[in-house]
């Protein structure tokens, strides 16, 4: 090979390193501040689910019985967020992200009984450092579908090493039978857009009625059995 030859492609090479190192100390740069929000959320949603393990364990010790069957939490993925910002028609900048977007911590807290999910929201909503936003009361208004939840958009503050940032949190409370019923409906319509139809709105709204009743007649045993109430 001839050296001129050699040490053109030398050349380029090193030329291509640096170029790619360039670009890569560029796009770090740029994702660091969604990287951080991103972070802020995470922190959020801990301070979330620990005021609730701090209130199953406080109603645990007062009622002999946890109020809370399991907690989940999730961070949107940025493909999801990227979807919903575009679907929305807000820019897709880390300010708009954080200004709009109001699910990007989740909570989601099931519930042994009905009455357990307004206990649980009163108590963390009477917290003096959290706000609500929002609250969507799917259980006293179920969505067409059947569809029922405790929704609440809430604010709180998280600490950080200089400075205090306020960041929002969505929470969902629901009891078993109300996850479960969720967690099949998602199943059925997954990836599948499904024409408007009566039939299957008609059939899932049944199921999510029988799991609701259940839940009421459940909750009036443990009332008969717990606490006396033989005429609920
Ligand atoms: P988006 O957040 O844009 O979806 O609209 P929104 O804020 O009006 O939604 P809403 O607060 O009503 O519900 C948001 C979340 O609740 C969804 O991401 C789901 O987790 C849950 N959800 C709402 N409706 C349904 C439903 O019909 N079926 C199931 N399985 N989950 C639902
Ligand atoms: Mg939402």
New binding site residues.
Partial sequence: MEPEYLYNRLTVHFLEQLQNQKISSMVRKSIQPYKELMSYYSCAMMEVEMKFKVLSEELSMRDDRNPIESIRTRLKTPESIRE?MV??GYPLTVESIEEN???IA?V?VICSFPSDIYTLAEALLKQDDVRLI?K?D?IKHP?A???R?L?L?VEIPIFLHDHKKTMKV?V?LRTISMDW???L??TI?YKKDLPDSDFIEKELNECAEMGAAMDARMERLYGMVWEGNRDL
């Fill in positions: 919903k679907r929305k977007l109001h699910d989740g989601r929002e969507k799917y969505k579908n059947g569809y939840s929704h958009i969505e969902q019923w969720a967690s409906e998602q319509r």
